[in-house]
């Protein structure tokens, strides 16, 4: 049974550092295309980063440069380091894992976590 347990959220001040951590059980993560999206209140989920299965990245404009997507295949954990936070990244975070590269970026994979809360103060 595959299932995805996100940490590492919390709250910090502006200019702030936070890792997020995707722990994947039941399948490798290796073997994934993951990726992590997050969803402010009142907005719709939006991509973060994705990560595909040769190690190619992808970011989102807004986090370019601040965060970096990686993995661990001995540890099957995905993580985000999240660099210059800045009070508009708050949101929850969730992590994202399918087999299909292209689900993952449309939003539409098949195996999400729960989120873990991000909050950023000014």
């Known amino acids: 049974q595959v299932h995805l347990v996100e940490s590492g959220g919390g709250s910090v001040q502006a200019g702030g550092s936070l890792r997020l951590s995707c722990a994947a059980f039941?399948?490798?993560?290796?073997?994934?295309?993951m990726g992590w999206f997050r969803q402010a209140p009142g907005k719709e989920r939006e991509e973060v980063a994705t990560?595909?299965?040769?190690?190619?990245?992808y970011y989102a404009e807004v986090v370019t440069g601040r965060f970096t997507i990686s993995q661990d295949n001995a540890k099957n954990t995905l993580y985000l380091q999240m660099n210059s936070l800045k009070p508009e990244d708050t949101a929850i975070y969730y992590c994202?894992?399918?087999?299909?590269?292209?689900?993952?970026?449309?939003?539409?994979?098949?195996?999400w976590g729960q989120g873990t809360q991000v909050t950023v103060s000014s």
């Open positions: 039941g399948y490798a993560v290796g073997d994934y295309c």
């Open positions: 990560i595909d299965r040769h190690g190619s990245t």
């Open positions: 994202a894992a399918d087999r299909t590269k292209w689900k993952v970026w449309l939003g539409d994979a098949d195996y």
